[in-house]
């Protein structure tokens, strides 16, 4: 596993709320992610780590500083481009699961795959199958979404983050919503992304465990870096 | 394999949400139908109407127009003073003069279809002590026929009768009712010129007009011109027949070139006629219009509903790749899919309505309802509709690609 590959990057990253006073939500932050990085951003108090990931997700496009994805600035590209880069290279997984609930668990997973029409329609299926597979999922696959159980729904959404093979996947409290059991299942989800697949995670957290036994947590607090320290591996829970 | 997942996804909403389809689409299939339906009873009244005139008028006529005397003196003069300024109409003759050269003239161009001469004779209808105004149109009944469809308005007798007969004459339903005539009675007429002769009636027609009904009789040319005291090269008015009416104005025009007689086209004797068609024509339209405006609403409403429904699902749609386009397309679709549904459904009960209608007997002389399946009304109808909702997806659909997804995340 090469470590020290930067896949994304800020400089001097600073964001301000208008409403109700002027506030500065983030304040000069410049980090690197590596590849295979299992990377989470916790808080110490106050708001700002979301409104931190959604500026590396490129769908808030707000913000001071600059933002680089392989190397590339994404800073000052246009909608339309961000939303085809999205739809290479980042995968979401939120506190919500935010399935379309007309459509299957496999059509939900297939649909950003389609949109990127990389592969042709037999082979997403195929593909949205494994994915469903190493979810455990495969017999929910022609369910609607709407019927699964909160945490079922949460990995259909996982797999959905995965069908492009994303570089970057970023979890936003992916645990949020669910009890210890599922969110222990998604943890190590992410664990085996990141260290079998090779790709990055970057999520947002107020679990002090999922943040303690993933490789390396940013403590953001009053929208500053307060710390980043790299975690010593779990090996209990390590996959 | 982009336009494939967005219509998938448009394909989805629009089966999940049938009713709501199904109640945008009726608001369209009600705007078409009446549309196609009101246009086409006002075209097939026109078309109607335009068929009743066609059997008085002709195409093109052409005749002798009354001149005016001039003045002497053409310029003023301060030196002069004119005493006597009392235009007058100077026509010694209404005939014109050389009639069949400029009749054969007429035949040679391509677009008229038929022409013939025609010698009107005001008279008087007598039975007994009673007299009843009319006019006498002196023709070959079987040239007029073929211009004025006479046949068609024959309620008894027959028109070879007319042509064989220098005395017989065929008169309107109203003369034979006031003066009691039946088939093979005989009639005095009396012209303005005094003459008096008396005629055997070998047909009665009814044109629908009372006052044609009640005044207007067919006669030979012959007969006509006897009547006026003149002889057989006495011919007041030519009537021509065109290829195509609409186009008259344009041939009557061109004619008028080769005659200094008067050529005149139809649409200048009936523009009143014209007129009040076109009137109704901008009438139905305005108000086929507001009905489509009301169905648009209806689509425009329906997709605001499903898109507010939906913030969700267009957010993660964004986060995983879709951008505004694609948005855009997915809402744009699903208002065509209603309204493709309302138009063929409306093209489909405007269909009916004009069949239903078209049963419907009036009664003579108009008989079934005037109202015909045309191409053109359904090609409009069908325009119409699709445009209609284009444009009422559009608007919410470019709503909805402008939603922000980080504002849906963040709740």
């Given amino acids: 596993m090469n470590r020290k590959e930067v896949i994304l990057s800020t400089q001097s990253l600073g964001k301000y709320f208008y409403e109700p006073i ?155 919503n669910l009890d210890s059991k599922n969110s222990q299942i998604v943890f190590n989800i992410f664990k085996q992304l990141a260290e079998e697949f090779n ?40 996959s | 394999m982009k336009l494939a997942v967005n219509t998938e996804i448009a394909l989805t909403h629009i089966s999940t949400r049938k009713r709501q ?41 052409v005749y002798k127009e009354d001149e005016i005397s001039q003045p002497l ?34 035949k040679q161009h391509s677009y008229i279809t038929s022409a013939a001469p025609q010698v009107n004779v005001d ?21 007029a026929d073929a211009m004025f469809n006479i046949q068609s308005t024959m309620l008894a007798g027959n028109l070879q009768a007319l042509a064989s007969n220098l005395n017989a004459i065929i008169i309107g339903k109203g003369v034979a009712e006031k003066l009691n005539l039946g088939l093979d ?10 003459l008096q002769k008396v005629m055997k009636v070998v047909g009665i027609f009814s044109t629908g007009n009372k006052a044609t009904d009640e005044s207007k009789s067919y006669v030979n040319i012959a007969a006509a011109q006897q009547m006026l005291k003149v002889g057989p090269d006495y011919i007041t008015e030519l009537y021509a027949s065109v290829d195509d009416p609409d186009r008259s104005p344009e041939y009557a025009q061109k004619l ?20 009040s068609d076109r009137i109704r024509a901008v009438m139905n339209t305005s108000v086929a219009f507001a009905i489509m405006m009301v169905a648009a609403f209806g689509i425009y409403n329906i997709l605001n509903m499903t898109i507010t429904q939906k913030l969700n699902d267009i957010a993660i749609l964004k986060a995983t790749g879709f951008s505004g386009k694609d948005i855009v397309r997915i809402f744009v679709l699903e208002a065509l899919i209603m309204g493709v549904l309302g138009t063929i459904l409306g093209l489909v009960t405007g269909a009916v309505l004009i069949n239903i209608l078209s049963k419907v007997y009036v009664g003579p002389p108009i008989g079934y309802f005037p109202i015909y399946y045309r191409l053109d009304v359904f090609a409009v109808g069908a325009i119409f509709g699709m445009l209609t909702s284009l444009g009422a997806g559009y608007l919410p659909a470019r709503k909805a690609a402008k939603v922000d997804p980080v504002e849906i995340f963040r709740k």
């Fill in chain 2, 123 to 143: 008279l008087f209808y007598n039975n007994g002590r009673s007299q009843l105004k009319g006019l006498g149109a002196g023709v070959n009944i079987l040239e």
């Fill in chain 1, 22 to 176: 002027q506030f500065k939500v983030l304040d000069d932050i410049s980090f690197e992610a590596y590849h295979g990085e299992f990377f989470t951003l916790r808080r110490t108090g106050g708001s700002g780590k979301s409104t931190l990931l959604y500026c590396l997700s490129t769908m808030d496009t707000i913000y001071e500083g600059e933002l680089y994805i392989k190397g590339e600035k994404i800073t000052g590209k246009k909608t339309d481009e961000l939303a085809a880069l999205r739809g290479h290279n980042i995968g979401f997984v939120f506190q919500f699961h935010y399935l379309l609930p007309e459509f299957s668990c496999l059509k939900n997973v297939m649909i950003p795959a389609l949109k990127l029409g990389k592969y042709s329609h037999a082979e997403i299926e195929n593909r949205a199958y494994e994915k469903l597979e190493m979810l455990g999922l495969r017999d929910q696959a022609l369910k609607a979404a709407s019927k699964l159980s909160g945490g079922q729904q949460q990995r259909v959404s996982i797999a959905r983050a995965l069908i492009n093979d994303p570089s970057i996947i970023m979890g936003d409290e992916p645990t949020g």
């Fill in chain 2, 21 to 61: 389809t199904l109640v945008a689409a009726m608001g369209v299939t009600i705007g078409i139908a009446l549309y196609i339906f009101s246009d086409s009873l006002i075209k097939g009244f026109a078309q109607y109407s335009r068929a009743e005139m066609f059997k008085t008028f002709p195409h093109i006529r």
């Fill in chain 2, 256 to 275: 008028q070139a080769i005659t200094s007689y008067k050529v005149e086209d139809w649409q200048t004797s009936n523009a009143d006629t014209l007129a």
């Fill in chain 2, 185 to 194: 009675d005989n009639l005095s007429i009396t012209s303005a010129q005094g």
């Fill in chain 2, 73 to 106: 003196f053409t310029e003023a003069d301060t030196n002069t003073v004119v005493l006597i300024s009392n235009p007058k109409i100077t026509t010694l003759t209404k005939s014109i003069v050389n009639p069949y050269l400029l009749l054969d003239q007429l």
């Fill in chain 1, 199 to 238: 790709q990055t995670v970057i999520a947002v957290t107020h679990d002090n465990d999922f943040a303690k036994n993933s490789h390396r947590t940013i403590e953001l607090a009053d929208g500053k870096i307060l710390s980043q320290n790299s975690n010593t591996p779990d090996p209990n829970i390590s």
